[in-house]
């Protein structure tokens, strides 16, 4: 009869491949050293004044905050509070990234799941003088190399949808694509549909290796 119930033995139903039970750690609160770039927890006495100075002052500075929750700031005074709030924050774990010992841009680890082994990089951006100069590569890889060194099977990258700078940039970096959340988010008043990219444990050797060939051209 059509429709009609028929037993299912569970043996014939598809399942995942079983995953080996391995202990990860969260982002530690330490620097990520590079050859152009380091990755330095957040210290408002140190970097809120270069930070101020990266990310304003001109239209170019100001497009950095449109897709940001925070920001613009209105004064080095202003980014400084705002630093301040952030040193006792584990999630997000935020670093500034400095380039010859400078502060150009920030970024950090976020919804960490240390159970599923999975994390984000996000609240990334940069001064304009520095940004597409490898600053980011270089960021990017050292934080994707420390996840999946510790053990991570996924990072993610998420942005607003409409912010196609931000998208270019997850996929020149290796994440794949994986589709868009729609209403997922209110920002400064705005809906936020949500786009989704991720680069996860076994692609992880080819994506080091497009990285570092990038480095090393640049």
């Given at each position: 009869m059509?429709?009609?119930?028929?037993?299912?033995d569970?043996?014939?139903?598809?399942?995942g491949?079983?995953?080996p039970e391995?202990r990860v750690?969260?982002p530690?609160?330490?620097m990520?050293?590079?050859?152009?770039?380091t990755?330095?927890p957040?210290?408002?006495?140190?970097h809120?004044?270069?930070?101020?100075?990266?990310?304003?002052g001109s239209?170019?500075?100001d497009a950095?905050?449109?897709?940001?929750?925070?920001?613009?700031?209105?004064?080095a005074?202003g980014m400084?509070?705002?630093?301040?709030?952030?040193?006792?924050?584990?999630?997000p774990?935020?670093f500034?990234?400095?380039?010859?010992g400078r502060?150009i841009?920030?970024?950090?680890?976020?919804?960490?799941?240390?159970?599923?082994?999975?994390?984000?990089?996000g609240?990334?951006?940069y001064?304009p003088a520095d940004?597409?100069?490898?600053a980011n590569?270089?960021?990017c890889l050292l934080m994707?190399r420390w996840?999946?060194?510790a053990g991570y099977?996924r990072v993610e990258w998420?942005c607003d949808?409409l912010?196609?700078?931000?998208?270019?940039a997850a996929?020149?970096?290796?994440?794949?694509?994986?589709?868009v959340f729609?209403?997922?988010?209110?920002?400064?008043?705005r809906?936020?549909?949500?786009?989704w990219f991720?680069?996860?444990?076994?692609?992880?050797?080819?994506?080091?290796?497009?990285l570092?060939?990038?480095?090393?051209s640049?």
């Amino acid at each position: 009869m059509t429709g009609e119930w028929s037993p299912v033995d569970p043996d014939d139903l598809p399942v995942g491949q079983p995953v080996p039970e391995v202990r990860v750690d969260p982002p530690a609160r330490a620097m990520l050293r590079g050859s152009l770039v380091t990755l330095e927890p957040v210290d408002p006495d140190r970097h809120a004044e270069e930070l101020f100075a990266a990310a304003h002052g001109s239209p170019a500075a100001d497009a950095v905050w449109t897709y940001m929750p925070y920001g613009p700031f209105p004064d080095a005074g202003g980014m400084r509070t705002w630093l301040a709030s952030l040193t006792a924050s584990e999630d997000p774990l935020f670093f500034a990234v400095t380039r010859d010992g400078r502060a150009i841009g920030m970024t950090s680890y976020l919804n960490v799941d240390t159970a599923m082994r999975r994390l984000e990089i996000g609240h990334i951006w940069y001064g304009p003088a520095d940004q597409r100069t490898g600053a980011n590569t270089e960021a990017c890889l050292l934080m994707l190399r420390w996840a999946f060194d510790a053990g991570y099977r996924r990072v993610e990258w998420k942005c607003d949808a409409l912010n196609a700078r931000s998208r270019a940039a997850a996929e020149r970096l290796g994440f794949g694509f994986e589709g868009v959340f729609r209403r997922h988010m209110i920002v400064k008043g705005r809906n936020r549909d949500t786009a989704w990219f991720s680069v996860v444990d076994e692609g992880w050797p080819q994506v080091r290796r497009q990285l570092e060939a990038r480095l090393a051209s640049a």
